[in-house]
């Protein structure tokens, strides 16, 4: 069942490319529909995700992020200010093509994050010394 605010919380995400948590795609979504729950906001990013329609992820006993962007990519978090990046592996064959071509077993996805210093952070760290 895709309810009006099932509608609106999806469309929001992807308006975004910041992979927010519930808690603050409630506070975006809040702005459009100001009687909504975050409960609600829980319960329809989880019933969407266990739909394919959007991915969530992040480490155990933190918050869960979601991606409404489905294509093969990677994802980069900034050690330093938290933000998180799509990675687009372009030209580069993806790891599930390379994994089919090396193995056995017949991959059908994968979680793959890469962690670091984003490009604003090092130019800003640089620009400090």
């Not at 969530?56 to 093969?72: I, S, Y």
């Not at 938290?82 to 994968?110: A, C, R, W």
Request: with cysteine; glycine share 6%; proline share 3%.
């Amino acid at each position: 069942m895709n309810t009006k605010q099932r509608t609106i919380i999806l469309e929001k995400l992807q308006s975004l490319n910041t992979h927010p948590t519930a808690d603050e795609l409630f506070q975006r979504v809040r702005k459009k529909l100001p009687n909504i729950s975050l409960g609600t906001v829980y319960r329809n990013l989880n019933q969407l995700s266990e739909q394919g329609i959007i991915t969530k992820f992040g480490k155990a006993g933190e918050q869960k992020r979601f991606d409404a962007r489905q294509d093969n990519h990677y994802h980069f978090t900034c050690s330093e200010c938290g933000k998180i990046y799509d990675l687009i592996p372009g030209k580069m064959p993806s790891l599930t093509t390379i994994m089919n071509s090396i193995t056995q077993h017949e991959v059908h996805g994968f979680d793959l994050e890469f962690y670091g210093k984003c490009a604003n952070c090092k130019t800003k760290e640089n620009n400090d010394d």
